[in-house]
């Protein structure tokens, strides 16, 4: 069983378009995040949100825009979207606070855009 | 502010060498340490971790230890193998929910 997915797993686009990125988790954890890993793999948190909460928004263009549903799901729309755009996005999750339990990742969409 | 640092990759060792990927760590306070790995293609996996100072996390042969007082959580392993070839990341993270990540060490194991 996948703990956390994520679809879809590769996404190339043009520019201008608008995507959205899918995410659950079935660990029944209270935390979801979405962090975007550049080409030189550094990793960066985008949002956090708890039981459907925004926790944390981090300096991210308000092109992109987080839902979350219910708990187990937390999907990602981006509008306009640009090169710079291009990344490896992952949702991860947790039960409670990162500082104790760390993330549990999925394995990431490579979006693409041309 | 709180960062990460990491050693420079990509570490070459031949298996059954040790290894030691560097990383120290700026904050004000003393947060949690852990180490995750990325294999190729994949996300993002929790190694191990520490959440106060003088803890060993520990797995799967790999171990690091939270010193405080040279701010570091170097990870180690006494004998690689062709398989642990992959993305080392070292993080902390205060009482939040936001996890700071390293730039992570890529680990390439030849036989």
């Known amino acids: 069983d996948t703990a956390v997915s994520q679809t879809p797993k590769y996404l190339v686009t043009q520019m201008g378009n608008d995507k959205s990125i899918k995410c659950e988790q079935n660990l029944g954890h209270d935390t979801m995040y979405w962090y975007k890993q550049d080409s030189k793999k550094f990793l960066k948190i985008m949002f956090s949100?708890?039981?459907?909460?925004?926790?944390i928004n981090e300096t991210v263009p308000n092109r992109f825009s987080p839902k979350s549903p219910d708990k187990a799901h937390l999907n990602l729309h981006i509008n306009s979207l640009e090169l710079g755009d291009s990344a490896v996005y992952f949702c991860?999750?947790?039960?409670?606070?990162?500082?104790?339990?760390?993330?549990?990742f999925g394995s990431g969409t490579r979006l693409t855009v041309v | 502010g709180n960062s990460v640092t990491q050693m420079e990759g990509p570490v070459t060792l031949s298996e059954e060498a040790f290894l030691t990927i560097n990383c120290t760590y700026t904050a004000t306070g003393y947060p949690s340490l852990f180490w995750y790995v990325q294999y190729p293609g994949e996300g993002l996996q929790l190694l191990l971790k520490?959440?106060?100072?003088?803890d060993k996390g520990s797995n799967k042969g790999f171990e690091a230890t939270y010193r405080k007082e040279t701010t570091s959580f170097h990870l180690e392993k006494g004998s690689v193998q062709v398989s642990d070839s992959a993305v080392y990341f070292c993080a902390l993270s205060f009482n939040t929910d936001k996890l700071i990540f390293g730039t992570g060490t890529r680990l390439q194991v030849f036989p």
């Open positions: 520490a959440t106060k100072a003088d």
């Open positions: 949100y708890n039981n459907k909460e925004l926790i």
């Open positions: 991860a999750s947790s039960l409670g606070t990162a500082h104790n339990y760390g993330y549990t």
